[in-house]
């Protein structure tokens, strides 16, 4: 099973960036997709999520209305558009394939069997 993330790099404030994760070896349908990021000194943080079940998503507070997750099945890839970017954001982000995550866990780390490398977003004028 490989995830594949890309899409990071060094933006402006008040900038968008839309992050790809590729998958092989796993159907991204039919697992729990999230996307957590993780500042330095800091721990992984999750962001967002969508289940298995249906295309709704979960965004934590810090990005709700900034960031959309969303999946196209035929491509096995699961996207993060991120606008309004602020310095806050700036962190590795990481996509994540859970086969057993559930809605109380979906949040968690421990959750997700599968993880891509990490992409970087830097955030700065």
């Known amino acids: 099973v490989q995830l594949q993330a890309s899409g990071g790099g060094l933006v402006q404030p008040g900038g968008s960036l839309r992050l790809s994760c590729a998958a092989s070896?796993?159907?991204?349908?039919?697992?729990?997709i999230g996307w957590f990021r993780q500042a330095p000194g800091k721990e992984r943080e999750w962001i967002a999520c969508?289940?298995?079940?249906?295309?709704?998503?979960f965004y934590t507070d810090s990005v709700k209305g900034r960031f959309t997750i969303s999946r196209d099945t035929a491509k096995n890839t699961v996207y993060l558009q991120m606008n309004s970017l602020q310095p806050d954001d700036t962190a590795v982000y990481y996509c994540?394939?859970?086969?057993?995550?559930?809605?109380?866990?979906?949040?968690?780390?421990?959750?997700?069997?599968?993880w891509g490398q990490g992409t970087l977003v830097t955030v700065s004028s």
């Open positions: 070896g796993v159907t991204l349908a039919r697992t729990v």
């Open positions: 994540a394939s859970g086969t057993r995550a559930i809605t109380s866990t979906m949040r968690m780390v421990r959750a997700y069997d599968y």
């Open positions: 969508m289940k298995r079940t249906d295309n709704n998503p």
